[in-house]
């Protein structure tokens, strides 16, 4: 029997923005369903990925609760919103994986989320956790995300790591040759575009 490929996505900064105040000027990540904005080109290329016959899932860290800066429930409510706003537009996710912890934690942090963990990206347990439960081929599947943690995560997990570089975040411009395919050269990331060198690179 043939495994099924599968491609597993960071959320913020893949499928969905950032937050931005500008009254206090601080960005964080969406903790409220009212907060989801998705990232332009984003469903686009969930819909192609999809339509090419992999599976969708999503593997993301969330250590708000950890730090103290939001309850746990907060962030499982964003994360159901987040599925359910992308099967009700045509996307199927297959799974949902997330890690709560941080190595340090916060004031006001759950203590039971502060230390070290195997799910936390660049570790490769959340990924290795879906690919075991959906029966992945892990060679075949990749992992999608904006950050070096991401890229890391995949290489460790043994999947293929497919980079949404903004241009505007020098930091990430060495990850271009440690990603199988770099974002194509736009200001701004955009998934339907590498959902394309994914599909195209596959055959």
Known sequence: MTRKRGVLLDRDGTLIDVVRDAELGVVVTAFHPDQIRLLPG???GLRRLAGAGFLLAIATNQPGAAKG???????????????????????????????????????GGDPALIGPCECRKPRPGMLTAIARDLDLDVA???????????????????????????RRRCELC?????????????????????????LAANG
Do not use: K
């Open 42 to 44: 984003a469903l686009d």
């Open 140 to 166: 075949a599947s990749w992992m999608i995300g904006d950050a070096a943690s991401d890229v890391a995560a995949a290489r460790a997990a043994g999947m293929r790591a497919g980079l949404l570089l903004d």
């Open 69 to 107: 800066q939001v309850p746990w429930a907060a962030i499982e409510r964003t994360n159901r919103a987040l599925v359910d706003t992308l099967r009700d537009a045509g996307v199927a996710i297959a799974a949902l994986a997330v890690c709560p912890h941080h190595p340090d934690g916060g004031p």
């Open 174 to 198: 060495p990850l271009r040759g440690e990603a199988d395919l770099p974002c194509p050269d736009r200001a701004a990331p955009r998934l339907d575009l590498l959902a394309e060198e994914i």
